[in-house]
C-alpha cells in the first residue's frame, strides 16, 4: 500500500548503523533531506502526510504515534533541512518470517517528489533493518493500478541484483467490491553488503 513518486538511483549515502540518518540533496529545489528512525512524536506527521496523499488508506493518529514506538527498526521518517516532515516509510518484521521486511506504506509530500526520496527513504528502511534483525527478503502489496509503486519496488529489485515476484493476496472476498485487489510482491533473497554500498 503505497503513494510513493518514482523512484531514482540509490543516493550515495546510507545509514551509518541502527540510528544513522541518510542526508540526501534535492536536484530540483537544492533543498536537502535527513532520512532518520522516527520516535513517538512524528507519527503525528505521519498522520498528516498520509491524510494529505488522498491516496493512501490512512490509519487513526493513535496509529502512526503507537507505529513510531513500536516499529521503529523497521521505518523511516524524511525531513526537509527546514525541518519540515516531507516523507515516511513504514515496515514491520513479519512475525511468522522474522528474515522478512513487510513495507506498508511509503509516501512522499508533492514538495519533495522528483528528488528521488522515495527510493532513498526505501534503501534506509531496509539498511536499518538490516542492521538490526538481519533481513534478507522484502516483501510488500500494491494494487494493480499504481504504476509507480511497482517501478519503485521493481528499481529497489535491480539496486541490490534479485528477483521481484508477484502474487495474488487479497481480494474483493475480503476488501469489497469498491476498492482494487492487493498484490503481494517478494523481493530477494538480497545478500547482505558488508562494504555497505550498493552499487
Known amino acids: 500500500m503505497t503513494a510513493p513518486e518514482q523512484a531514482e538511483p540509490r543516493a550515495s549515502s546510507t545509514l551509518s548503523g541502527a540510528g544513522g540518518s541518510a542526508p540526501g540533496a534535492d536536484a530540483g529545489g537544492g533543498r536537502s533531506y535527513e532520512i532518520v528512525a522516527p520516535v513517538p512524536t512524528d507519527g503525528v506527521d505521519m498522520w498528516r502526510l498520509a491524510v494529505e496523499s488522498h491516496t493512501l488508506d ?63 527513504m526505501l534503501d534506509a528502511a531496509w539498511d536499518r533493518a538490516v542492521a538490526t534483525a538481519g533481513v534478507a527478503r522484502m516483501e510488500t502489496t500494491i494494487t494493480p493500478d499504481n504504476e509507480s509503486s511497482i517501478k519503485l519496488f521493481s528499481s529497489f529489485a535491480r539496486r541490490h541484483d534479485t528477483t521481484i515476484e508477484r502474487e495474488d493476496l487479497f481480494g474483493p472476498d475480503l476488501l469489497g467490491d469498491e476498492r482494487e485487489p492487493e498484490h503481494l510482491y517478494r523481493i530477494g533473497p538480497i545478500a547482505s553488503n558488508t562494504e555497505g554500498e550498493k552499487t
Request: charged share 25%; hydrophobic share 40%.
Open 58 to 120: 490512512a490509519n487513526s493518529r493513535y496509529a502512526y504515534v503507537l507505529w513510531c514506538r513500536d516499529f521503529a527498526r523497521s521505518s523511516v521518517i524524511a525531513r526537509r533541512d527546514d525541518g519540515r516532515a516531507v516523507g515516511y516509510v513504514t515496515g514491520y518484521l513479519r512475525p511468522e518470517s522474522e528474515h522478512t521486511l513487510l513495507i506498508w506504506q511509503v509516501c512522499v509530500d508533492p514538495v519533495a517528489r522528483g528528488a528521488g526520496l522515495a527510493g532513498r
